[in-house]
Each structure stands twice: as C-alpha cells, then as structure tokens.
C-alpha cells in the first residue's frame, strides 16, 4: 500500500480507457476500477482481459489502485482483479457474512497463485441493502480483510421504497 492516507476515492469504469487515464492524473488517494456498475454485461469479458495491464499502467502512479466486483461474477472478477499492485476490492450488493467468507477464501487462492502473501489485499464491504444493514455488522465480522465499510445510498434508498423523494 502506497499512502496510509485514503481520503479521496475516485471511481472509474475499468473499460473505459481515457477515463483511466484521466482518473490517473486527478490527485486521487485511490483509484476504484469499476468492473460491477459502470461497464455494460457484454463489455464485462474484454473488460476482465485487460484489467491486469490498466492496473499495471496505474500501479505507477501515486494513488492506490482497488477493483469493485460483482459479488454474482466473484469468480472471473477476482481473478482478473487479484494482482501485486492491488490494494483491494470492493464488493458492493452484500447481504450475508457468508457473501464476504467466500471472498476471502477466494481471495486467500488467488493471493498464493499470483505470489502475494495471504491476506495482503483488503476488503471494502459495499452495503447498499436493507438485507446487507440489517446483516452489517457480522458481514465486517466475517474476515479479517475487512478494513472498510461504505453505504450504497442510491441503491439503499431504491430498495426501502419504490421512489426516491
């Protein structure tokens, strides 16, 4: 990990790529390739591909470089996410501390296949659920890895009512 400092969080869709490039100049403490929200189902498999060379790119400059997964694709996200330069992910939609022991235990395989020593990458639980607040605090219970928890406010305000005012 670069800074022990993380007060800005830049995310970007990890398909686009003058976005990244962008994101990489704006002074940003962290740097979140976006693989879950902002890339299309169908850019989803070209976007995993070149994951590992846009982190690559990123990883020389200053800011931290994390991934956000789709917790439905855990597998293939983490795989082209697990990398020395990665700080960590994201994993958005949780609901159960189950959801994030599974992440570990991924995360534990690919570490030791890619060099990395077990437990070197980090865990930011996205909650953003009515299931995953009410589930909160044993989800960041669940592993060791957890260094952060956010809110999905837009999407937790989408699924406590059909509108939001």
């Known amino acids: 990990m670069r800074g022990s400092v993380r007060r800005s969080w830049l995310v970007v869709p990890c398909d686009k790529a003058a976005q990244v490039e962008r994101a990489a100049t704006a002074a940003a403490d962290v ?3 976006d ?3 902002f890339v299309p189902e169908s850019a989803k ?3 995993r591909e070149r994951l590992p060379a846009t982190i690559s790119g ?3 400059g200053d800011a931290e470089v994390f991934v956000q997964v789709d917790k ?3 597998y293939a996200d983490l795989s082209a996410a697990v990398w020395p330069e990665v700080s960590g992910v994201l994993i958005p939609h949780l609901e159960s501390p ?3 022991t599974e992440a570990d235990s991924l995360l ?3 570490e030791g296949k890619r060099g990395l020593r077990p437990g070197t990458l980090q865990l930011i639980a996205v909650l953003d659920t009515a299931k995953g607040n009410y589930h909160g605090m044993a989800i960041v219970r ?3 890895r957890v260094w952060g928890v956010t809110l999905g406010r837009a999407d937790l305000v989408m699924d406590l009512r059909p509108e939001p005012s």
Do not use: N
């Open 142 to 144: 669940a592993s060791r």
């Open 72 to 74: 439905e694709l855990l």
């Open 45 to 47: 498999p070209l976007a």
């Open 31 to 33: 740097i979140v390739l």
């Open 58 to 60: 990123l990883a020389q």
């Open 108 to 110: 534990t395989q690919l």
């Open 35 to 37: 693989l879950t929200e």
């Open 98 to 100: 189950q959801e994030i």
